[in-house]
């Protein structure tokens, strides 16, 4: 069967939608083609030439990356900067490249995940929850056809909140039209005034499923011309967005959870701030650079905020309130890789998926 780079893009873009990256990030397919057949696939947390090469051997023409090579626009490929160079290797090598990056971060199966998994933290939110990714749609249906309708909009993925799904909001009225000569009313004769017994159906969705709801809409509803409205909603979504709070089932003095998060997470060294003397039970943790989340750790009572790329005045602001730990950036990241490579294997059986052996930490520690 052939596997083509849109078919792998679509299915990344359902684990993590584009459309919740941050507005400075670069994600997506940045170079190679959609209609690119797929040999194999190469995963991967940064892109040098290493990795190009490592590609290369394992005969991987897609190789998806977490941090985008690409942040800024070009102005010429002449090989002088690393990623010229690696750009110009994989066109010469016929290899794509995906980004997956603050979109992955965003979702709740994505970077924190298994992060979480791994040191057993319960979660209970994301650090920072995003708002206005919610869209709410009202249309209006002939009574008879309102439940099916609705339930399409609800297999779709409209209706669903938190916990609780097919919410959605009815009631009846009366609507009316009359169409010209051009028309073919579904109910009525053209030219003739009519009024019909319709529901107001009211469901809210995810921003990203804009597409799929219309098609829903359009191919469920028996009108020639739907009537709808669809609005942007401020609501915030508590398990999308950046970081993680969340807790451990049992307390640990500060010492042994460091011993604890080092052995788990497999690390040769870690940064913090002056013990506070207070049990950990409590974390809030940004993979990647999360300087900026001290103060909302603080804000909701954690005890540790765990995180990478920390400042010498970033440990000031523990002011005895929190426990601040700095893991290093690729090891909060390393995950992600594996995420990736689990969620495509389940779907793609026939093609090889490789996690990069390549280690592309830039850090390097000197003891
Ligand atoms: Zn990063």
Not at 48 to 61: A, H, L
Request: hydrophobic share 35%; net charge positive.
């Amino acid at each position: 069967m052939e596997i083509l780079v849109k078919d792998i893009a679509s299915q990344l873009e359902c684990l993590a939608p584009i459309e919740y990256a941050e507005s400075y990030d670069n994600v997506g397919l940045i170079v190679g083609s959609y209609d690119q057949k797929i040999k194999n696939i190469l995963i991967t947390l940064d892109l040098n030439e290493e990795v190009i090469v490592e590609s290369i051997n394992k005969k991987c023409n897609l190789i998806i990356s977490f941090h985008p090579i690409l942040f800024k626009p070009i102005k010429s490929l002449i090989g002088e900067t690393l990623s010229e160079r690696v750009i110009i290797s994989a066109i010469r090598n016929s290899i794509a490249i995906y980004i997956i990056h603050t979109n992955l971060d965003s979702m709740w199966e994505g970077t924190h995940s298994y992060l979480s998994k791994l040191l057993k933290i319960h979660r209970e939110g994301v650090l920072f929850p995003r708002k206005g990714i919610l869209k709410k749609l009202t249309t209006y249906v002939p009574i008879s056809y309102a439940k099916k309708v609705r339930n399409s909009l609800f297999n779709a993925g409209a209706g669903n909140i938190s916990n609780y799904s097919q919410c959605s909001y009815n009631f009846d009225g009366v609507g009316t039209f009359m169409g010209n000569e051009k028309t073919k009313p579904f109910f009525g004769k053209k030219g003739m005034f009519h009024m019909e017994k319709e529901t107001c159906i009211n469901v809210i969705f995810p921003s990203h499923k804009l597409n799929i709801i219309k098609k829903t809409l359009f191919s469920s509803h028996p009108y020639e011309e739907v009537s709808y409205e669809i609005y942007n909603i401020e609501n915030i979504n508590p398990y999308l967005g950046i970081g993680i709070i969340g807790s451990i089932s049992e307390k640990m003095n500060e010492s042994d959870f460091l011993i604890y998060l080092k052995n788990i997470m497999n690390l040769s060294c870690l940064r913090h701030s002056p013990f506070t003397g207070r049990e950990i039970k409590k974390i809030a943790m940004i993979a990647g650079s999360g300087s900026f989340g001290i103060e909302e750790a603080i804000k909701k009572k954690a005890n540790v905020f765990i995180s990478s790329d920390l400042k010498y005045h970033d440990f000031f602001k523990s002011e005895n309130k929190i426990l601040i730990v700095d893991i290093g950036h690729y090891e909060s990241e390393k995950y992600t890789k594996y995420i990736v490579k689990s969620f495509l294997k389940k779907k793609f059986v026939h093609i090889s998926i490789y996690e990069s052996e390549s280690d592309t930490n830039p850090v390097k520690y000197f003891y």
